[in-house]
């Protein structure tokens, strides 16, 4: 029986429970997944509280996707290039940290769009928007990071993108696909009417892919036709599964996992 669980704080508004809880049972596992609440000031224990709950891994969620680097002995090299962590493995008493926000994304929108190379605007530079373009770069596709301040591109550990203004956005710009990466829209918000950004940007075929998964459709995913639009689910369940690879060496069961998110949402994610 493998034993994990998510950290941060605050928690209980995570989906990791219900996501990995679908997987160990379409399975047919008895392992054991729990959020435990766990603040800045705790973290510095985060080894101590492994062993004691019997941790083989555990993911980690905001604020401690980078804080918690300073506690793990080995760090994969994508986590590494976006100073982030999201997902611990534990064995033998050592402690490595992966990121499996880039690949979630990335086989999300693959499975969705296909794997071609593309010029992809990526819309905010938070934590979200580093795993996003690390995705996209090293997937090989021409990657424009747009920002509301010039101080935001600094937390990029690497510079194989574009980096550019938001308000310096035109009509002239061409994209084959735009990539909503900030919170913008989870309060039914337009981010092209606070962003001041011109939504004629998008054409008939670009691709609009929406981190944020409810709403189910933001008003930013609106403006994309349906087939081309996505929201950030697929990613999320991609992730989790990801780190139940990383922890067993085993592939998780995808559609079960999204099927539970759907029924979670009443079908409207």
């Known amino acids: 029986m493998g034993r ?18 679908a997987n160990f049972d379409a399975k047919g596992t008895d392992d054991e997944y729990k959020a435990l609440d766990i603040s800045a000031d705790q973290l510095k224990f985060i080894r101590e509280i492994a062993v004691r709950e019997a941790l083989d891994g555990f993911n980690v969620t905001i604020p401690h996707k980078e804080t918690i680097m300073e506690f793990l002995d080995e760090i994969d090299e994508g986590a590494r290039m976006i100073g982030a962590v999201n997902t611990v493995a534990v064995k033998d008493g050592v402690f490595k940290g992966y990121n499996t926000d880039i690949s979630g994304y990335m086989n999300a929108f693959t499975a969705r769009f296909g794997e071609q190379k593309r010029k992809v605007l990526i819309i905010g ?14 997937h090989g596709d021409d990657v424009t990071v747009a920002a509301r301040r010039k101080e935001s591109f600094a937390q990029f550990k690497t510079d194989d993108f574009t980096p550019l203004l938001i308000e310096d956005i035109s009509i002239q710009n061409q994209y084959d ?15 092209f009417e606070v962003m001041h950004i011109p939504a004629t940007i998008v054409k008939e ?42 922890w067993t060496g085993k592939k998780g069961d995808y559609e079960a996992a999204n099927k539970k998110c759907k029924e979670y949402f009443g079908g409207k994610s």
């Open 4 to 21: 994990y669980a998510v950290i941060g704080h605050p928690i209980s508004h995570t989906l990791s429970p219900l996501i990995h809880h």
């Open 125 to 138: 530079a938070g934590g979200a928007a580093k795993a996003v373009q690390r995705a996209h770069s090293d």
């Open 177 to 191: 696909a735009i990539i909503n990466t900030t919170p913008v829209g989870m309060k039914d918000e337009d981010v």
């Open 205 to 246: 075929d670009t691709i609009g892919m929406d981190l944020i998964y409810q709403p189910g459709c933001t008003i930013f995913l609106s403006y994309f036709n349906g087939k081309n639009a996505m929201n950030g689910l697929p990613m999320l369940v991609s992730q989790a599964m990801d780190a139940y690879t990383i």
